[in-house]
């Protein structure tokens, strides 16, 4: 049983750029959440997605979007890049109701 | 004051020594309680989840919860290297339409030396 799959594993984008992230979730779940793990630090929650929807938001700025599909995958869109968005961007997937979240091992971003 | 603050170590044990990682926060609303395991270049990985107060055990691992004092811990009897990881308390609010967001602790990295 496949758990959740997120590509690229790693990315360099030049400041200015825009860039995309995938996720599949987990087989059976239905909603997903986006995080971001800057070095040393614990996740940070941007944004979740149940039903193609987003649910909630974190605090982050509105150059991060994302988007739901129908097969419940997921993505990550940051426009305008800044140093500042080096990350390790984490997907967890859970079933809607309840709380188990199994994570993804993450996108590494770097900004340059 | 950060919603949940997490010593963030490093901290380095011999093999077989217990270990023990603490949180502690400041939103009365949380009703579940977890840690993940975080090893170098993966994602995390649930390890206890617990509702509201109490202990839970799952083999070498027992989590506590104190909401009284805001204040959970993560207890790893007879530690081995393959412990070896960032350990990450995080938390959620439990109530109906609250917030869906995990909120994370600072994780505290450990080292066991064989």
């Known amino acids: 049983d496949a758990g959740v799959t997120q590509s690229p594993t790693h990315l360099i984008k030049t400041r200015g750029q825009q860039v995309t992230l995938r996720c599949s979730p987990k087989?059976?779940?239905?909603?997903v959440s986006w995080y971001q793990q800057a070095l040393g630090q614990g996740p940070q929650f941007i944004f979740q997605?149940?039903?193609?929807?987003?649910?909630q938001r974190g605090n982050f700025p509105d150059r991060f979007s994302g988007h739901q599909f129908p097969n419940y995958s997921s993505e990550l869109n940051v426009n305008a890049l800044l140093l500042g968005d080096s990350a390790l961007y984490l997907c967890a997937s859970s079933y809607a109701g309840t709380q188990g979240y199994t994570f993804g091992s993450g996108t590494r971003l770097t900004v340059v | 004051q950060k919603e949940v603050e997490q010593d963030p170590g490093p901290l380095s044990v011999p093999e077989g020594a217990i270990v023990s990682l603490n949180c502690t926060y400041s939103n009365s609303a949380f009703q579940y309680f977890m840690w993940y395991r975080q090893y170098s270049r993966k994602g995390p990985e649930l390890l206890m989840y617990?509702?509201?107060?109490g202990n839970k055990e799952d083999g070498r691992f027992t989590a506590q919860v104190d909401k009284s004092s805001k204040y959970i811990s993560l207890f790893i009897r007879d530690s081995q290297p393959s412990d070896s990881a960032t350990y990450l308390c995080a938390m959620k609010e439990g109530t109906q339409g609250g917030s869906e967001k995990l909120v994370f602790g600072k994780g505290m990295k450990l080292t066991v030396n064989p």
């Open positions: 087989s059976g779940h239905d909603t």
């Open positions: 997605y149940y039903e193609e929807e987003e649910r």
């Open positions: 617990t509702y509201s107060s």
